[in-house]
């Protein structure tokens, strides 16, 4: 059974950034797609980036909204993946997730395991 905990959430003024990390217990991440997601309130929760591997390649997928601002990662050794998030804007506010899935991707149901969540809140 996977276990999985987010950190480095907060109150960052726009412009800021956060790192935020994923780490997991009771099994490897290798074996895993990583996604993450976030939801608003009031809202449905939304992909922001996923890494998958393919032929020993990580693939990199971001939701049109975080390209080029938002970076994920993936530290094997430590069991633990990143999403870095720069240029932080007041509409990246929300609950971050991760999960682990089997193919990757920003379908919910295509995600086993997710973790509890983490508050990012991006105001002045």
């Known amino acids: ?6 950190s480095g959430g907060g109150l960052v003024q726009p412009g800021g950034s956060l790192r935020l990390s994923c780490a997991a217990s ?3 991440l290798d074996y895993y797609a990583i ?4 939801q608003a309130p009031g809202k449905e ?3 922001v ?16 909204s975080v390209k080029g ?12 993946v990143y999403l870095q998030m720069n240029s932080l804007k007041p509409e990246d506010t929300g609950v971050y997730y991760c999960a682990a899935g089997r193919y990757g991707g920003f379908r919910l149901n295509e995600y086993e395991y997710w ?10």
């Open 45 to 47: 929760r939304e992909g």
């Open 35 to 38: 996604g993450w997601f976030r």
């Open 69 to 80: 601002r938002f970076t994920i990662s993936r530290d094997n050794a430590k069991n633990t």
């Open 26 to 28: 009771g099994s490897t």
């Open 115 to 124: 973790g509890q969540g983490t508050q990012v809140t991006v105001s002045s």
């Open 49 to 64: 980036s996923c890494i998958s591997s393919s032929g020993g390649i990580n693939v990199l997928t971001y939701a049109t």
């Open 1 to 6: 059974q996977l276990h999985l905990v987010e």
